[in-house]
């Protein structure tokens, strides 16, 4: 039998129209102001932002709440030089050999190449892990049990937005970065084999002389329809 469902009172906190269109405003700023950013200075972070951050990702809502994700954080440095190599290796053999005309065009903009820095100078950098299906162990016997996880890649989606939310409002600057293949992330930071590497974030404070590609994002009308 499956289990019945157990309901609470919702917690919600009801706004005056006032104070939402002041938050929705207040949000709106702070996240405009987010750009992926490559230059990063070696200040250390408080491990507590990294920790609330995390813990709002966790919030996300998931597929049949399986919750189908891991947060790795990196702060040693021996491991971060290893990612880089690692990762470095893999750009190179892409821009140089992997991406077609087209995807390098795309990407002329941005003026991204296979060399990585960020990964050693940003002083966390969290790997997210999507669990492919779950696993578990038995506790006596060690005999291993897999089920299935609904819908993982729009959960861990979803849960990165929520992440890359949080440290913005917290004042860090991140970058979505996604080293192909990542398999070598795997091996590195010994994750088990129901889990894939999703993306690399760097977090940190921006490098003092920091800059960003001049690019912009479309307005409202061209992302927004109403029927
Ligand atoms: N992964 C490579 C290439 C790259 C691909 C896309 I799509 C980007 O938006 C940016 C970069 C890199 O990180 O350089």
């Given at each position: 039998m499956p289990p019945k469902p157990i309901f609470q009172p919702l917690n919600f906190e009801r706004?005056?129209?006032a104070e939402q269109l002041r938050r929705s405003r207040e949000f709106l700023r702070v996240m405009r102001q987010r750009r992926s950013v490559r230059a990063f200075?070696?200040?250390?972070?408080?491990?507590?932002?990294?920790?609330n951050a995390i813990r709002a990702a966790g919030s996300a809502p998931s597929g049949a709440n399986q919750q189908p994700w891991t947060f790795v954080v990196v702060s040693d440095p021996a491991l971060k030089r290893r990612m880089r190599q690692a990762a470095e290796a893999e750009e190179k053999e892409s821009y140089e050999r992997r991406m077609s005309q087209e995807w390098l065009e795309a990407l002329a903009p941005l003026g991204t190449d296979w060399q990585k820095p960020h990964i050693e100078e940003a002083p966390y950098?969290?790997?997210?892990?999507?669990?492919?299906y779950g696993l578990d162990?038995?506790?006596?016997?060690?005999a291993e049990t897999r089920s299935r996880h609904y819908y993982s890649e729009e959960s861990v989606g979803i849960a990165v937005?929520?992440?890359?939310?949080?440290?913005?409002?917290?004042?860090?600057?991140?970058?979505?970065?996604?080293?192909?293949?990542?398999?070598f992330l795997s091996e590195i930071l010994q994750r088990p084999p129901n889990e894939r590497a999703f993306v690399l974030i760097p977090v940190g404070y921006p490098a003092a002389d920091a800059k960003v590609p001049a690019i912009s994002k479309k307005p409202l009308g061209e992302i927004m329809v109403l029927r």
């Open positions: 706004l005056d129209a200075s070696r200040e250390p972070v408080p491990l507590a932002l990294i920790e950098i969290i790997v997210v892990f999507r669990q492919a162990f038995d506790a006596d016997s060690g937005g929520f992440l890359l939310a949080a440290l913005q409002i917290s004042g860090l600057a991140t970058l979505t970065h996604t080293p192909s293949p990542m398999k």
